[in-house]
Nanobody, 123 residues
Framework: QVQLVESGGGLVQAGGSLRLSCAASGRTFSSYSMGWFRQAPGKDREFVTAISRTGGITGYADSVKGRFTISRDTAKNTVYLQMNSLKPEDTAVYYC????????????????WGQGTQVTVSS
């Protein structure tokens, strides 16, 4: 089992940047692929980005491609989401999640979730 704690959310102006962090507990961090998802008010939770167990595979939603970057630091048991050129439509609660799959972009594959961190982008 793994526990996830997100941090780094906040309020930023359009065009600005934020870096989210997700710290994972336990000694088996490298056994999990990791993902970031987001949920805006009144909308379903949606895939943002994911990274494989080894970090060799990454994927992004079309809406964030070229602006967001996911990375992981096995030594620190942490996954990061660097968000640049933020837009008001990026406003949402961002969730970190862990999956036993090698790599996945579907919410159903993720068994472990953090509590979420709010990102608000003002226009």
């Amino acid at each position: 089992q793994v526990q996830l704690v997100e941090s780094g959310g906040g309020l930023v102006q359009a065009g600005g940047s934020l870096r989210l962090s997700c710290a994972a507990s336990g000694r088996t961090f490298s056994s999990y692929s990791m993902g970031w998802f987001r949920q805006a008010p009144g909308k379903d939770r949606e895939f943002v980005t994911a990274i494989s167990r080894t970090g060799g595979i990454t994927g992004y939603a079309d809406s964030v491609k070229g602006r967001f970057t996911i990375s992981r630091d096995t030594a620190k048991n942490t996954v990061y989401l660097q968000m640049n050129s933020l837009k008001p439509e990026d406003t949402a609660v961002y969730y970190c999640a862990a999956s036993r799959n090698t790599y996945s972009e579907g919410t159903q594959a993720y068994a472990y979730w953090g509590q979420g961190t709010q990102v608000t982008v003002s226009s």
